[in-house]
Structures are given as C-alpha cells and as structure tokens.
C-alpha cells in the first residue's frame, strides 16, 4: 500500500524558514518523480517543485531562490527547504509522486499525500 505522509508544516513569520518531509512507502520511490504542490485557499492547486529521479529540479517561478527541493532515496523521503517565506506562501502543501518521464506541474501525478498547512503571517 502506498503512502505519502508529509510533515513540518505550521505557522511562520515573513522572512522566516520552514522544512517539509514527505515520507513515502509502497513503491519504488528512486524511480519516481516526486513534486510539491500547493492549493491557497479559493485558488487551484498549483506546482510548487519537483524533482527528476536523476535529481534535476524544477520551481515556479514564485518559488526560485527561496525553497530548496531534495529527496533521500535511502531514507525514501522528499524534503523541501522554505526560506524567505512570504504572506502569499500560505496554503495546503502535497507532495507527490509520479512514474514515467515526465516531470512536471501537471496534476498527473499517480499517489498523493494528504498535506500539511502552511501559514506565513507578515
């Protein structure tokens, strides 16, 4: 049975540094692409980072030069390193997996955690 169980979220100020764990059984985990998304509240969910089983990364925009993406493939975890947090980084955090080549932020993604709340006041 796979899981996904993400951890680390909570409340921070403008400025400040979170660091969400993804942990994740059931399947081959180094073989897949994992990602983070997020869903604001009213807004749709939306691509935060992801990561190639090569290890090659990918942001939004919105995020380049503050979150770091990084995965353990021996402790079959996915992290995602969150500086310089803004008022607009409030939302629900998933992370993902998904088989195949691609990588990207298409909501295609095969398994999904249940997600971790994020909430950054200025």
């Known amino acids: 049975q796979v899981h996904l169980v993400e951890s680390g979220g909570g409340s921070g100020q403008a400025g400040g540094s979170l660091r969400l764990s993804c942990a994740a059984s059931?399947?081959?985990?180094?073989?897949?692409?994992l990602g983070w998304f997020r869903q604001a509240p009213g807004k749709e969910r939306e691509g935060v980072a992801t990561i190639k089983a090569q290890g090659i990364t990918n942001y939004a925009d919105s995020v380049k030069g503050r979150f770091t993406l990084s995965r353990d493939n021996a402790k079959n975890t996915l992290y995602l390193q969150m500086n310089s947090l803004k008022p607009e980084d409030t939302a629900v955090y998933y992370c993902?997996?998904?088989?195949?080549?691609?990588?990207?932020?298409?909501?295609?993604?095969?398994?999904w955690g249940q997600g971790t709340q994020v909430t950054v006041s200025s």
């Open positions: 993902a997996a998904r088989s195949g080549s691609f990588c990207g932020f298409s909501n295609e993604y095969n398994y």
């Open positions: 059931g399947f081959a985990f180094s073989n897949y692409c």
